[in-house]
């Protein structure tokens, strides 16, 4: 199994940007799909953008052309851009890996390791 670090969130403006990472350690990191969710009070889990071991990726309709998600293989770290920041955004946001698909999957159950979370807040 993989273990996941988030750092980077905070509080920035509308209009704002934050870049998030995902530090991972254990097994092999670079052979995960690599994924960020984020879940607002009262509302379910949702996901945000992923990206294949190859480097490819795929977005949810609500950031894309705002969001920007790459990897570090050498670093084993992978990143989420944030540009253009809406209080719609603001939610708790988890990096998370699945071990075991090779296309990227936007449902929760099929990630086997979860990082702890890191806020992210905008303000209006």
């Known amino acids: 199994q993989v273990q996941l670090v988030e750092s980077g969130g905070g509080l920035v403006q509308d209009g704002g940007s934050l870049r998030l990472s995902c530090a991972a350690s254990g097994r092999t990191p670079s052979i995960y799909i690599i994924s960020w969710f984020r879940q607002a009070p009262g509302k379910e889990r949702e996901f945000v953008a992923g990206?294949?071991?190859?480097?490819?990726?795929y977005y949810a309709d609500s950031v894309k052309g705002r969001f920007t998600i790459s990897r570090d293989n050498a670093k084993n770290t992978v990143y989420l851009q944030m540009n253009n920041l809406k209080p719609e955004d603001t939610a708790v946001y988890y990096c998370?890996?699945?071990?075991?698909?090779?296309?990227?999957?936007?449902?929760?159950?099929?990630?086997?390791?979860w990082g702890q979370g890191t806020q992210v807040t905008v303000s209006s």
């Open positions: 990206i294949s071991q190859s480097g490819g990726t």
């Open positions: 998370a890996a699945d071990s075991r698909s090779w296309s990227i999957k936007v449902v929760t159950t099929v990630y086997d390791s």
